[in-house]
């Protein structure tokens, strides 16, 4: 079963911190690009950052660029998303998602990947 698993999210203030985790069950995520999104009510889902295989290249939306930092720990095939100086338009579901491929695409859209997270709720409110 090629499932991956969210964990992370929670209830922050505006300016709070998460760190959002990506672990596979039944594989390995160290062969798979890999891609954060989030989708808010009534809207599109959202790419937000996404690490190639290697780990030596990442991409981020404008809506989080200098806020957010995607990073992979091999040791513990896993990846993060820190989240910082958050905002209340950040409220949104998180997912994960694999690809099988070496290198992010510009796009970064929904159907660039082949698996998917269930999920973790972010929401950051006073």
């Known amino acids: 079963q090629l499932q991956l698993v969210e964990s992370g999210g929670g209830l922050v203030q505006p300016g709070g911190s998460l760190r959002l985790s990506c672990a596979a069950s039944?594989?390995?995520?160290?062969?798979?690009?890999i891609g954060w999104f989030r989708q808010a009510p009534g809207k599109e889902r959202e790419g937000v950052s996404c690490?190639?295989?290697?780990?030596?290249?990442?991409t981020y939306a404008d809506s989080v660029k200098g806020r957010f930092t995607i990073s992979r720990d091999v040791t513990k095939s896993t990846v993060y998303l820190q989240m910082n100086s958050l905002k209340p338009e950040d409220t949104a579901v998180y997912y994960c998602a694999a690809a099988a491929s070496r290198w992010c695409r510009s796009s970064n859209s929904v159907s660039d990947y082949n698996y998917w997270g269930q999920g973790t709720q972010v929401t950051v409110s006073s």
């Open positions: 039944g594989f390995t995520l160290d062969y798979y690009t």
């Open positions: 690490i190639n295989r290697i780990g030596s290249t990442t």
